[in-house]
């Protein structure tokens, strides 16, 4: 297994930016994919971006293309999600997640993300 912990959740206005963290442990060595999901209030939670970690493949969902960049720092076990001109329906917890099989099973505590109009 994997253990994820986010961090750089918190309150923006509208058009402003945020960066997250995760950090991977345990058997980072598995990992063949990380991706950032997020689950606003009342809705199901849905892919945001995605990485391949050996590769260099990246993907979006099409509301965040243009605004959101998913990178890694191999050396640290990280991933980030820089999210810029945020909308306020970006707001939602965002959930860091890593898949060392067929598809993404372990997953972050989640941080909060809310922008302001």
């Known amino acids: 297994q994997v253990q994820l912990a986010e961090s750089g959740g918190g309150l923006v206005q509208t058009g402003g930016s945020l960066r997250l963290s995760c950090v991977a442990s345990?058997?980072?060595?598995?990992?063949?994919?990380m991706g950032w999901f997020r689950q606003a209030s009342g809705k199901e939670r849905e892919f945001v971006a995605g990485?391949?970690?050996?590769?260099?493949?990246?993907y979006y969902t099409d509301s965040v293309k243009g605004r959101f960049t998913i990178s890694r720092d191999n050396a640290k076990n990280t991933v980030y999600l820089q999210m810029n001109s945020l909308k306020p329906e970006d707001t939602a917890v965002y959930y860091c997640?890593?898949?060392?099989?067929?598809?993404?099973?372990?997953w972050g505590q989640g941080t909060q993300v809310t922008v302001s109009s």
């Open positions: 345990g058997r980072t060595f598995s990992i063949k994919d």
């Open positions: 990485r391949n970690w050996s590769g260099v493949g990246t």
């Open positions: 997640t890593a898949r060392l099989g067929v598809q993404y099973d372990n």
